[in-house]
RNA sequence: GCCCGGGUGGCGGAACAGGCAGACGCGUCGGUCUCAAAAACCGAUGAUGGAAACAUCGUGCGGGUUCGAUUCCCGCCCCGGGCACCA
């Protein structure tokens, strides 16, 4: 019996409870139907439910129900990216370990995620730090090493002290802090696994404009992050003590080849090689060392900030430059930075502002090579090849396009980013073997080792003879121990039993690898793993990611705009390579979720200003939750929570709820009237049609909220037909397949309601969510009589009502034999009427 | 500094293709029901003037194009985000 209030506490749990057993939402490969992956990326299983994961598996899951009654085979699942620090953290705190804090999270996190009625795959759910997850994550590690992809190598690297591991580029904040705890990072010089990202640099930077469904800012903000440069490589000879050349060169890296014969210094980073040989020893050591001294103290943020003042110390060598011969004094600065480039650069004070700034504070010349058209020093410099003038009356450097002067046989070319001047002297410098065109990338190679034990071990092993040797494919997975204690603050390092081993080449005594992999390696690839999940001869079988792959529509955070977002895109290109898939781009559409915030802030239980996902669902359900988040915003927006409107969407559900019910009652199930003739039947219908290719519109186009507007009108006007029309002259065919249909669009995001009411008021035997969309029409929404506005002057006059089918002749004398508009042109000139078939009349006057 | 977003009633937000600004909801006010309250339902609700019909103004600011601009163009202001000593 049918409860006569919406009451959602006794439906929700018994049809989740029915629906899990059913396994209604488990899937696979069916070629008869068109497909789609509808993916959320999935969470941290920190525990507890927030609203930000409210809303973020809400869209996914409107999106998943909708595709599936649009007639598609839709894949949806969920799993739990559950390696990581907070468990470590976590077990220390609780004297517990990462393990059992993880698996008790996923338990409970799993639950809240069936109370919310999502519509997920349980039987392809995945955990990352189960070994039949991970020793895939290993296998592709060895492949990529196969493929010259794994490097060991010495370098600055940055170190988080909160962490107390390494961290890769893309894990430390603009401001110089850990992404995930927010200490200070710190570089250190230590030697460490990379995966090659920069070999795939510019595949990375030019098959974003392939992903036209993804935002712009997303695309930005990774074509920022990649940041590729075009200019030349330019080879200096060294001089040597004696200021005499050797035969050694030292390589700069230059967006600006044409400034070459404005180079009146050169300067290296403090962290190069070279400095301490040049220097030591020399009358130069001390102030050269107090510069290299002094940026090692520094701090990232410091280092990175354009405010510093800028410092450095002239190394007593000089270097030449190739397409003069002149020589110029080496420098250290600290502006230099190792890490981009080559660690050295030509300056050329002349062009570039922080040149300009360091040879005005160690009064270094400052030669123009570059003049803009319409500068006064142009008058004595043009044509002038030979270096006359050595230094600018400018404040500041100029780095825009001009004329090239003082600059030899390119005297007179035209110089600036991209401009003949630079083609010319990369050419010539390339024909002497002096330099060459050259690429350079903002992108570092992806630092994936971690001194943390809660994550997957990298299969290698350290053999005194044989060096660096790959855990053959064979013997993984390589098992994370689990009796490693980390509240003593072990790791693998500390645990014999597990690095203690034989080299696999030689059979001599080894030591295993005891970093673990970056959790964003884990990440990288779960996407194709759901397509198989529960294959254990294979990372998955390229007949099923061909099938279900690529994604359709990923959903998830601005965060990952570059992290997740780019290694995955990373990762998908090297499976491309090695034959696994046959695409080149994992995500088709992107859909990046605004936050959930509460006064202005993120919410979080440090600052105490959460509102629990728990608390809602008690006293609505889960299905007044999911409508009124999608609800309350455009999903790509922020939002800031309240609780004022959700007694709206509370009303709205009732409202619905009785007025189907009731509608259901008088009428037997499957009942059909005649046509309703008179004129509001025909309104409801048209209006059933106009609402349903609405709702279909708007979900396509992620207007969420718009689409339950929509449905709120149609529910309006079933109602106002309700309520106005007596029973009598009624059209109760027409009633109850408006009120089918409104359950129908309803499902997606109430989806325990509308089952209820589909299957026991309305009388149906099966899932209102295995129905198909309903039909419409529209034509069939389109009104008999269009009502036009009247403008005269660009003002709304008067309002016409004619028949959709009345030409624009009639319209236009209809409107012109309005009272209003007589009054309005009365005594004046009509000089245009125009009409915009279906919307209005523009009369202008005199 | 560079690159993305965004600025619309008291509030969240609509207006997808240059065509009636403010859909839908919240809140507020008034009403019905009730002994009363809650719930529910009905109605009003951009601002100003007016008893009303209605008029004028109104989408961050200033210009422009157009019969007509929240929408397109030019110049600004403010807010949010990303990048930034990258040679």
Same mark, same amino acid.
């Given at each position: 019996?049918?409860?006569?209030?919406?009451?959602?506490?006794?439906?929700?749990?018994?049809?989740?409870?029915?629906?899990?057993?059913?396994?209604?939402?488990?899937?696979?490969?069916?070629?008869?139907?068109?497909?789609?992956?509808?993916?959320?990326?999935?969470?941290?299983?920190?525990?507890?439910?927030?609203?930000?994961?409210?809303?973020?598996?809400?869209?996914?899951?409107?999106?998943?129900?909708?595709?599936?009654?649009?007639?598609?085979?839709?894949?949806?699942?969920?799993?739990?990216?559950?390696?990581?620090?907070?468990?470590?953290?976590?077990? #220390?705190?609780?004297?517990?370990?990462?393990?059992?804090?993880?698996?008790?999270?996923?338990?409970?996190?799993?639950?809240?995620?069936?109370?919310?009625?999502?519509?997920?795959?349980?039987?392809?759910?995945?955990?990352?730090?189960?070994?039949?997850?991970?020793?895939?994550?290993?296998?592709?590690?060895? *492949?990529?090493?196969?493929?010259?992809?794994?490097?060991?190598?010495?370098?600055?690297?940055?170190?988080?002290?909160?962490? *107390?591991?390494?961290?890769?580029?893309?894990?430390?904040?603009?401001?110089? &802090?850990?992404?995930?705890?927010?200490?200070?990072?710190?570089?250190?010089?230590?030697?460490?696994?990379?995966?090659?990202?920069?070999?795939?640099?510019?595949?990375?930077?030019?098959?974003?404009?392939?992903?036209?469904?993804?935002?712009?800012?997303?695309?930005?903000?990774?074509?920022?992050?990649?940041?590729?440069?075009?200019?030349?490589?330019?080879?200096?000879?060294?001089?040597?003590?004696?200021?005499?050349?050797?035969? &050694?060169?030292?390589?700069?890296? &230059?967006?600006?080849?044409?400034?070459?014969?404005?180079?009146?210094?050169?300067?290296?980073?403090?962290?190069?090689?070279?400095?301490?040989?040049?220097?030591?020893?020399?009358?130069?050591?001390?102030?050269?060392?107090?510069?290299?001294?002094?940026?090692?103290?520094?701090?990232?943020?410091?280092?990175?900030?354009?405010?510093?003042?800028?410092?450095?110390?002239?190394?007593?060598?000089?270097?030449?430059?190739?397409?003069?011969?002149?020589?110029?004094?080496?420098?250290?600065?600290?502006?230099?930075?190792?890490?981009?480039?080559?660690?050295?650069?030509?300056?050329?004070?002349?062009?570039?502002?922080? !040149?300009?700034?360091?040879?005005?504070?160690?009064?270094?010349?400052?030669?123009?090579?570059?003049?803009?058209?319409?500068?006064?020093?142009?008058?004595?410099?043009?044509?002038?090849?030979?270096?006359?003038?050595?230094?600018?009356?400018?404040?500041?450097?100029?780095?825009?396009?001009?004329?090239?002067?003082?600059?030899?046989?390119?005297?007179?070319?035209?110089?600036?980013?991209?401009?003949?001047?630079?083609?010319?002297?990369?050419?010539?410098?390339?024909?002497?073997?002096?330099?060459?065109?050259?690429?350079?990338?903002?992108?570092?190679?992806?630092?994936?080792?971690?001194?943390?034990?809660?994550?997957?071990? #990298?299969?290698?092993?350290?053999?005194?003879?044989?060096?660096?040797?790959?855990?053959?494919?064979?013997?993984?997975?390589?098992?994370?121990?689990?009796?490693?204690?980390?509240?003593?603050?072990?790791?693998?390092? $500390?645990?014999? !039993?597990?690095?203690?081993?034989?080299?696999?080449?030689?059979?001599?005594?080894?030591?295993?690898?005891? !970093?673990?992999?970056?959790?964003?390696?884990?990440?990288?690839?779960?996407?194709?793993?759901?397509?198989?999940?529960?294959?254990?001869?294979?990372?998955?079988?390229?007949?099923?990611?061909?099938?279900?792959?690529?994604?359709?529509?990923?959903?998830?955070?601005?965060?990952?705009? #570059?992290?997740?977002?780019?290694?995955?895109?990373?990762?998908?290109?090297?499976?491309?390579?090695?034959?696994?898939?046959?695409?080149?781009?994992?995500?088709?559409?992107?859909?990046?979720?605004?936050?959930? *915030?509460?006064?202005?802030?993120?919410?979080?239980?440090?600052?105490?200003?959460? =509102?629990?996902?728990?608390?809602? #669902?008690? *006293?609505?359900?889960?299905?007044?939750?999911?409508?009124?988040?999608?609800?309350?915003?455009?999903?790509?927006?922020?939002?800031?929570?309240?609780?004022?409107?959700?007694?709206?969407?509370?009303?709205?559900?009732?409202?619905?709820?009785?007025?189907?019910?009731?509608?259901?009652?008088?009428?037997?199930?499957?009942?059909?009237?005649?046509?309703?003739?008179?004129?509001?039947?025909?309104?409801?219908?048209?209006?059933?049609?106009?609402?349903?290719?609405?709702?279909?519109?708007?979900?396509?186009?992620?207007?969420?909220?718009?689409?339950?507007?929509?449905?709120?009108?149609?529910?309006?006007?079933?109602?106002?037909?309700?309520?106005?029309?007596?029973?009598?002259?009624? $059209?109760?065919?027409?009633?109850?397949?408006?009120?089918?249909?409104?359950?129908?669009?309803?499902?997606?995001?109430?989806?325990?309601? &509308?089952?209820?009411?589909?299957?026991?008021?309305?009388?149906?035997?099966?899932?209102?969510?295995?129905?198909?969309?309903?039909?419409?029409?529209?034509?069939?929404?389109?009104? $008999?009589?269009?009502?036009?506005?009247?403008?005269?002057?660009?003002?709304?006059?008067?309002?016409?009502?004619?028949?959709?089918?009345?030409?624009?002749?009639? =319209?236009?004398?209809?409107?012109?034999?309005? !009272?209003?508009?007589?009054?309005?042109?009365?005594?004046?000139? =009509?000089?245009?009427?125009?009409?915009?078939?279906?919307?209005?009349?523009?009369?202008?006057?005199?």
């Amino acid at each position: 019996m049918l409860a006569s209030n919406y009451d959602p506490h006794a439906i929700e749990k018994k049809w989740q409870a029915e629906w899990h057993s059913a396994r209604l939402y488990s899937v696979t490969e069916d070629a008869s139907k068109p497909k789609k992956y509808v993916l959320e990326m999935f969470p941290y299983p920190s525990g507890d439910i927030h609203m930000g994961h409210v809303r973020h598996y809400s869209i996914g899951d409107v999106v998943a129900r909708y595709f599936t009654m649009r007639g598609m085979s839709v894949l949806h699942p969920i799993g739990w990216d559950a390696f990581g620090l907070p468990a470590e953290n976590a077990a #220390i705190k609780s004297n517990s370990h990462p393990a059992a804090w993880t698996h008790a999270n996923i338990e409970k996190q799993a639950a809240s995620f069936r109370r919310m009625g999502f519509s997920y795959d349980w039987d392809r759910s995945l955990r990352t730090c189960d070994p039949e997850y991970y020793r895939w994550g290993q296998w592709s590690f060895l *492949k990529f090493w196969e493929r010259g992809l794994v490097e060991r190598k010495n370098s600055p690297v940055n170190w988080c002290p909160g962490c *107390k591991t390494v961290l890769a580029n893309e894990q430390v904040l603009s401001d110089g &802090t850990c992404w995930r705890c927010k200490s200070v990072v710190e570089k250190r010089e230590l030697e460490q696994w990379f995966l090659k990202i920069t070999d795939y640099a510019q595949e990375l930077l030019d098959d974003l404009d392939e992903l036209s469904g993804w935002p712009e800012r997303v695309k930005a903000m990774q074509a920022n992050w990649i940041g590729r440069s075009e200019g030349a490589e330019v080879d200096f000879t060294l001089c040597d003590i004696a200021g005499e050349p050797t035969e &050694t060169t030292i390589t700069v890296f &230059t967006t600006r080849p044409d400034t070459l014969f404005g180079c009146s210094f050169f300067l290296l980073a403090p962290e190069h090689p070279l400095v301490k040989e040049f220097v030591a020893g020399t009358e130069y050591e001390a102030a050269v060392m107090n510069v290299v001294r002094a940026a090692e103290k520094e701090s990232a943020i410091d280092r990175s900030s354009a405010e510093e003042e800028k410092r450095g110390a002239f190394t007593g060598r000089y270097v030449m430059n190739p397409v003069n011969g002149e020589k110029v004094p080496v420098w250290v600065s600290d502006y230099v930075l190792m890490e981009y480039g080559t660690g050295a650069v030509m300056a050329v004070p002349s062009g570039d502002q922080r !040149d300009f700034d360091f040879a005005r504070k160690y009064d270094l010349p400052i030669p123009p090579v570059v003049v803009a058209e319409d500068d006064a020093i142009l008058g004595e410099l043009s044509g002038v090849r030979e270096r006359v003038l050595a230094d600018v009356p400018w404040e500041v450097a100029y780095a825009g396009p001009g004329v090239m002067v003082q600059s030899g046989e390119f005297t007179g070319m035209r110089g600036g980013k991209a401009s003949e001047g630079m083609k010319a002297v990369t050419g010539w410098l390339a024909e002497r073997g002096q330099g060459r065109f050259s690429i350079n990338f903002r992108l570092r190679d992806w630092l994936i080792s971690r001194q943390r034990y809660w994550g997957n071990p #990298i299969p290698a092993i350290h053999c005194p003879v044989c060096g660096l040797v790959p855990v053959p494919e064979e013997q993984l997975p390589v098992l994370l121990p689990m009796d490693v204690d980390v509240t003593k603050g072990e790791t693998l390092a $500390d645990h014999p !039993d597990f690095y203690e081993t034989t080299c696999p080449k030689c059979g001599g005594p080894a030591r295993r690898e005891t !970093d673990t992999m970056d959790t964003f390696t884990c990440s990288s690839w779960y996407y194709l793993r759901y397509c198989d999940a529960r294959n254990d001869v294979a990372i998955f079988d390229p007949e099923k990611t061909g099938y279900w792959m690529p994604v359709d529509q990923y959903i998830g955070g601005i965060e990952h705009a #570059i992290l997740h977002l780019l290694y995955s895109r990373f990762f998908t290109k090297v499976y491309r390579d090695m034959g696994l898939v046959d695409f080149a781009e994992p995500f088709t559409n992107l859909l990046t979720q605004g936050m959930v *915030k509460l006064d202005g802030a993120t919410m979080s239980k440090s600052r105490g200003n959460v =509102v629990a996902p728990e608390e809602i #669902i008690a *006293k609505y359900g889960a299905d007044t939750l999911r409508a009124y988040i999608l609800f309350m915003a455009p999903p790509d927006k922020d939002l800031e929570w309240s609780n004022e409107g959700l007694d709206g969407m509370w009303r709205f559900l009732g409202r619905a709820w009785r007025h189907i019910t009731e509608v259901a009652e008088e009428t037997a199930a499957g009942a059909r009237g005649a046509a309703a003739v008179d004129p509001a039947g025909a309104a409801l219908r048209r209006e059933r049609h106009r609402v349903v290719g609405k709702v279909a519109d708007d979900i396509e186009r992620f207007g969420f909220n718009t689409a339950l507007s929509a449905m709120m009108e149609l529910l309006n006007a079933a109602s106002d037909y309700r309520r106005t029309i007596p029973a009598a002259e009624r $059209d109760a065919a027409l009633e109850r397949e408006v009120a089918e249909t409104l359950t129908l669009l309803l499902a997606p995001y109430v989806p325990h309601m &509308t089952e209820e009411l589909w299957r026991e008021a309305l009388g149906h035997e099966t899932s209102v969510h295995t129905e198909a969309w309903p039909t419409w029409d529209p034509a069939a929404a389109a009104s $008999d009589a269009v009502e036009y506005a009247v403008q005269v002057n660009g003002k709304v006059r008067a309002r016409l009502t004619v028949p959709a089918d009345a030409s624009e002749d009639l =319209v236009r004398d209809a409107a012109l034999a309005l !009272d209003k508009v007589a009054e309005q042109i009365a005594g004046k000139t =009509v000089r245009t009427v125009l009409v915009v078939p279906g919307k209005l009349v523009s009369i202008v006057i005199a």
